[in-house]
């Protein structure tokens, strides 16, 4: 926002700039509105809930936060690519968000009442966490968000769906909370 208000200061006409912004802005409120609407049902279903709040996190942090600590969203209008990419991760999130809702209507297990740790068995969402905040360039960051067809993506913090050893930012964590950028190094 504030870079609009800076260039049109300057006397830059910003509207179509603008109506990239606003379109970009309307279209991500609808896609976390469906995040939350009809989903109440889901808190019932522990073995649903926590799948959904591993998705939705890694979601935010893969994509929002990568975006953002990226400084992407500032200059959306200047790479027309991330806003397509973010209408086909939209039509996938709503999608996920419908079959969590469709997997509560089928599976009435229950489970016993435990805590979830989303970091220590699920090594790669504390390198996605701190991988937001690692330093990528114009060059580095269409590998990221966007492989090439038959490509391995190269994942911010070093991760990476079959990597064995996790790396936030090139130092080991073993299931520690990662010391970066992305946090103060406690929970």
Not at 122 to 131: E, I, K, Q, S, Y
Not at 135 to 162: E, H, I, K, M, Q
Not at 177 to 183: E, I, Q, T
């Amino acid at each position: 926002m504030t870079n609009l208000v800076t260039r049109s200061l300057d006397g830059e006409d910003v509207t179509v700039r603008a109506s990239v912004h606003d379109a970009l802005f309307r279209r991500v409120t609808d896609m976390w509105l469906a995040v939350y609407e009809n989903q109440y049902a889901l808190m019932g279903n522990a073995r649903v809930m926590v799948s959904k709040v591993i998705w939705d996190t890694a979601f935010y942090w893969g994509v929002f936060g990568l975006l953002f600590f990226q400084d992407r969203f500032r200059t959306v209008a200047d790479t027309p690519s991330v806003a397509a990419d973010l209408e086909r991760l939209t039509d996938i999130s709503n999608r996920v968000q419908a079959f969590f809702r469709e997997w509560a209507a089928l599976d009435d297990s229950r489970l016993d009442p435990r805590f979830v740790d989303l970091y220590s068995p699920l090594d790669f969402m504390v390198r996605l966490h701190a991988g937001m905040a690692d330093d990528l360039t114009d060059a580095t960051f269409p590998s990221v968000s966007r492989p090439t067809p038959g490509s391995s993506p190269n994942w911010p913090g070093n991760w990476s769906p079959r990597s064995s050893t996790p790396t936030a930012t090139g130092t080991a964590t073993t299931g520690s909370w990662p010391r970066s950028r992305a946090g103060s190094g406690t929970r």
